[in-house]
């Protein structure tokens, strides 16, 4: 009875939250707020981004900042009285960086808060402390409305393209002013439970992990441990591994390298250690792999301090390894970066046969990874490689300022469209949850508080709109406009984006029966015209949806 009584009780309070809150409706499209009364996302705010008990926003279910289609998002803004200001503003900024809604609080004070949204969209929140008008703290947090990519990421590209993520889980246990490694209500197995979840959701097939064993002492046993939980988390939620390998144990290294102040785990290891690491990893995790990368950006001192030809003689032990333990396996070198662009050339001639696949790295915006996909072209046609596959194992984009999450999530979308119409296998994005905040060392499309910042909403309506077609052709791409077609079924998707970020207004004509546009975030709407539709691109790839097409062209 007194349990009964007590859950009645629970009930009435959550009920009577949910009546108190403060109501705010989304939509795609809204108009920006006049006289914001806070800093912009490109201004200067003191202590952005740290974490602090006095100011905070915390969601209904702890840490859970997605939602469905048609689910409210309801969280709670609190400004603890040692937060040093009198009163502060809660802002809902959309994707393209628009405030288009406010609550104020007062200093101490909480607001429960219910949004409302209509279709799709990710949301950014800045909670601004302030003393008088003078801002002393913003708390950014964001969050998604989106449905599950679970059931269209294994159509998502087919045979064609794969997209996937790089992901270090190892990172959970770290920690800086920003925050924990993991929350401080979860463990680290529930830590890493929450972001492959969200990975998986989002439609991700491949995720880039590793180095995944420890090795102390040659007379002791292999550490797999950390290993075994990160893989079996992932492998549970169907992803497929980049399984990286690498070798960073100060023992291993070569007599000649014995001297060398700096981290030892750049240079070369001996033989027959790394023969027997590289086998006990493979007999354990390539089952789940969906290829097996070996090593880091050999190209690059900052990962590789022995010369170009120690790394031939490491990669030739390594694969030779590999074979043994798993014939079958796809291989693929450690992405170049081009930093020692004489390496990346050694590096590709003396390796030609090795490897199956050859892989790049690029960062930036997508002139970027046209030039390195460029200089890849160029360094294996110089090697004598016919049918070179390329493989994208590390892109991103650093938001470094919070403005720059728009950036962020439009060049993520572009490139992987880039990359898919380029013909590379796969392309994986940097990284799935970052823990540095938006000032520093930050590329993911989850943050540290598992928050999806505008890149998840994009890259889940990217994968949710293209889930079962196919590449079919450039239509344009210059420095104005790039415009690809993919085909599902005798349905038309033409992909528009800008790359200078310049918008530009495109007319697309085709012969189709219906036309609908959809925008960055996977919302639909019906075009004017099917046969002669007006549109325009922006740095965000729109996607014009053509129902019956048989002929498509960008109108000059």
């Not at 546009?517 to 949806?545: C, E, F, H, R």
Request: aromatic residues 10%.
């Amino acid at each position: 009875m007194r349990a009964l009584l007590l859950t009645a009780i629970v009930v009435r309070l959550a009920a009577c939250l949910v009546a108190d809150a403060h109501e705010i409706s989304l939509k795609p499209g809204m108009p920006a707020l006049t006289n914001v009364g806070v800093p912009l996302l490109w201004q200067d705010v003191p202590n952005a981004d740290k974490a602090h008990a006095e100011a905070r926003i915390t969601p209904e279910k702890p840490y859970r900042w997605v939602s469905d289609l048609g689910e409210p998002f309801r969280a709670t803004a609190v400004v603890g009285a040692k937060a040093g200001g009198d009163s502060a503003v809660l802002t809902v900024w959309d994707w393209n960086r628009t405030p288009i809604a406010q609550v104020k609080l007062t200093a101490p004070g909480e607001e429960a808060l219910s949004f409302t949204v209509t279709g799709r969209g990710t949301y950014l929140l800045t909670l601004d402390v302030l003393a008088g008008a003078k801002p002393i703290w913003r708390l950014p947090r964001s969050f998604s409305v989106c449905p599950s990519n679970l059931q269209r990421r294994e159509t998502f590209g087919g045979d064609q393209f794969f997209l996937g993520t790089c992901s270090y889980p190892d990172r959970q246990n770290w920690g800086n002013d920003y925050g924990p490694g993991h929350p401080p209500q979860f463990t680290e197995q529930q830590s890493r439970e929450l972001e492959a979840d969200l990975v998986a959701r989002l439609g991700m097939q491949v995720v880039r992990i590793g180095p995944l064993g420890y090795w102390y002492d040659e007379a002791k046993p292999i550490d797999f441990e950390l290993g075994d939980a990160c893989v079996q988390t992932l492998a549970a939620r169907g992803l497929k591994l980049d399984l990286q390998l690498g070798t960073g144990f100060e023992w291993m290294i070569l007599d000649k390298y014995r001297a060398v102040k700096d981290p030892k785990w750049r240079y070369p290891p001996r033989e027959e250690p790394l023969r027997r690491f590289t086998r006990a990893s493979v007999e354990r995790y390539a089952k789940y792999a969906s290829f097996i990368e070996v090593w880091n950006e050999p190209d690059n001192r900052d990962f590789w301090r022995g010369t170009p030809q120690e790394f031939v003689a490491y990669l030739r032990a390594t694969v030779s390894e590999i074979r043994k333990a798993a014939p079958n396996a796809v291989i693929a070198n450690g992405g170049y970066c081009f930093i020692e662009p004489t390496w990346t050339g050694i590096i590709a001639r003396e390796i030609k046969g090795l490897t199956d696949w050859q892989a790049y790295h690029s960062h930036g915006e997508v002139p970027i990874t046209a030039n390195a996909l460029g200089t890849m072209r160029a360094v294996h046609a110089a090697a004598g490689y016919d049918h070179p596959v390329f493989v994208n194992t590390e892109m991103g984009y650093m938001a470094w300022r919070l403005d720059f999450e728009r950036e962020m999530a439009a060049t993520a979308a572009q490139k992987a469209l880039y990359c898919w119409a380029h013909g590379n296998r796969g392309a994986l994005l940097y990284c799935s949850r970052e823990y540095g905040g938006p000032r520093g060392n930050d590329y993911g499309f989850l943050d540290y508080t598992f928050c999806p910042r505008f890149m998840y909403g994009a890259i889940a309506a990217l994968v949710d709109g293209y889930a079962g077609a196919r590449f079919s052709r450039i239509l344009r791409e210059d420095r104005d406009l790039h415009a690809y077609e993919f085909v599902a079924g005798d349905r038309r998707l033409i992909a528009l984006f800008a790359p200078e970020n310049r918008d530009l207004a495109v007319a697309v004509k085709s012969d189709a029966r219906k036309a609908q546009i959809v925008d960055a975030m996977g919302n639909a709407s019906p075009a004017a015209s099917a046969q002669d539709s007006k549109m325009t691109a922006t740095v965000y790839p729109t996607t014009l949806l053509l129902d019956g097409a048989t002929k498509v062209e960008i109108a000059p």
